[in-house]
């Protein structure tokens, strides 16, 4: 809700049942991608791939949701149903289970490219639906709840996928987040009245109409062609960043790459769904890029390097690596609640500080799983501070009726990290081993935090 509210109007009802559909979408979204992650090594093994192919499961569920994130988020600005929740998580329980039953590594590729079509509804949901059933007053609140959830998702992810990694082999890690997906479509049934859409809220502004006065023109829905094409030049370009990253290409192919990323990209912001990006873009979404970038990219490394080089197991490596997500649960509600007394600026800073603090930790350890384990909770940790606070951030200054928009551009920025970390981590490990990519992990982690700060001098 923006804008000074109506003393005639009643008073917003907090719907907190939506908000536990956020932290249950954020939930499956994050049990499924870090038990992935950690079947990375089993996969190539199994399908007799090289590892680069291998991480393309993962890297094609983050393309098209990286590609679709803005179209999604004009969508949801010009219609907000409650029937895109339903939507986003049957299509993406459907590809998860496409996943599962792949006979070779085509077939597990295309159904994680699936699963990421509607995992960018997922994605875009989760902060909009939380920020949109509160009060602006309790969004950063509201807004821990999926940001503690969905570490929950990621310890559950390395809990449940070790084991069964060990017992049945790398198909089963996607079924532990079908029975949330359940849980998640009976409780927006509940929590949303009939007829109402995730975003529409009591007393929250119209999705029709902007604020008077402002002279902002809302989006309206892009056409199935225009979002196709957005799609396209956006993935494109990440895609080509992405290729450059993993199959390391001669000089030529480096060029053609980088020209063609380039040249979509600048394509891409002179249409709607750029500019409709840079309308609500700030230095925030750099730093949410950044750290995920580099947490993720540890994360991808850390659990390679346990397995193949340690010769730990799968069940090992998952117990290990799930201190991180269950630190930043933990952590996730005193963000929250930081926020409201220091100030979310200060909470996300200090978060992003202490994360940074803990992949340098990392560099400093042996690689055994009980030296990391401590390291990855302080890491953890910082990443519970920074969580909700920095997604409070981004959405504070939407413009009017622009709220799924902004959520779109936060997981995009997001989603990003996501894709680009792994593969920027290897390329560094590759040229400095697995310490060489730890570091960059870091240092993209530490820029993130020097960024934040920054703004927050400058905003002042």
């Avoid at 956020?22 to 992650?37: K, R």
């Avoid at 004009?74 to 299509?91: E, I, M, S």
């Amino acid at each position: 809700m923006t804008g000074t509210a109506d003393p005639a109007a009643p008073p917003q009802q907090d719907r907190w049942g939506l908000v536990a559909v956020s932290g249950l979408l954020s939930f499956a979204a994050l049990l499924d991608m870090n038990a992935v992650n950690l079947a990375l090594p089993s996969i190539a093994r199994d399908l007799a791939v090289p590892e680069r192919t291998a991480q393309w499961a993962a890297l094609a569920y983050q393309l098209p949701v990286v590609a679709l994130l803005l179209p999604a988020g004009r969508w949801l600005d010009g219609f907000g149903q409650r029937a895109a929740v339903q939507l986003a998580v049957v299509g993406f329980a459907a590809g998860g289970t496409a996943a599962a039953l792949a006979p070779g590594a085509g077939w597990l590729i295309a159904a994680r490219a699936g699963q990421g079509v509607f995992g960018a509804l997922v994605f875009v949901l989760m902060p909009v639906v939380a920020a949109r059933a509160v009060r602006p007053a309790l969004r950063a609140r509201a807004l821990s709840v999926p940001a503690t959830l969905g570490p929950l998702g990621a310890v559950s992810g390395p809990a449940l996928g070790g084991p069964l990694l060990d017992a049945v082999g790398w198909r089963a890690v996607f079924l532990p987040a079908l029975p949330v997906c359940a849980a998640a479509l009976w409780t927006v049934r509940k929590a949303a009245p009939p007829g109402h859409g995730p975003y529409d809220g009591p007393a929250s502004e119209s999705q029709n109409s902007p604020r008077p006065g402002s002279g902002t023109r809302l989006p309206s829905k892009p056409s199935p062609g225009a979002a196709l094409v957005d799609a396209a030049l956006s993935g494109g370009a990440v895609a080509a960043v992405l290729l450059v990253l993993t199959l390391s290409p001669g000089r030529f192919g480096l060029a053609v790459l980088l020209i063609s990323a380039a040249v979509l990209a600048a394509v891409w912001l002179r249409r709607p769904a750029g500019r409709a990006a840079a309308a609500v873009l700030s230095p925030v979404h750099g730093t949410v890029t950044a750290l995920a970038a580099g947490v993720a990219g540890m994360q991808y490394l850390l659990a390679l390097h346990l397995q193949r080089d340690a010769g730990v197991s799968a069940t090992a490596t998952g117990l290990t690596m799930l201190c991180f997500p269950l630190a930043m649960g933990l952590a996730g509600q005193a963000g929250g609640r930081l926020a409201g007394r220091l100030g979310t600026r200060r909470t996300a800073v200090a978060g992003a500080a202490v994360t940074a603090a803990g992949l340098l930790l990392l560099l400093g350890g042996s690689g055994a799983p009980a030296d990391s384990a401590w390291r990855l909770a302080v890491a953890g940790c910082g990443m519970g501070l920074y969580g909700g606070p920095v997604q409070a951030l981004a959405l504070q200054s939407a413009p009017p009726g622009r709220l799924g928009s902004a959520g779109s551009v936060v997981q995009l920025a997001r989603s990003l990290g996501f894709a680009v970390g792994p593969a920027l981590a290897t390329a560094a490990a590759a040229a400095g081993g697995v310490r060489g990519g730890l570091a960059t992990a870091a240092a993209c982690v530490g820029a993130a935090a020097v960024l934040l700060a920054a703004t927050g001098r400058n905003h002042a």
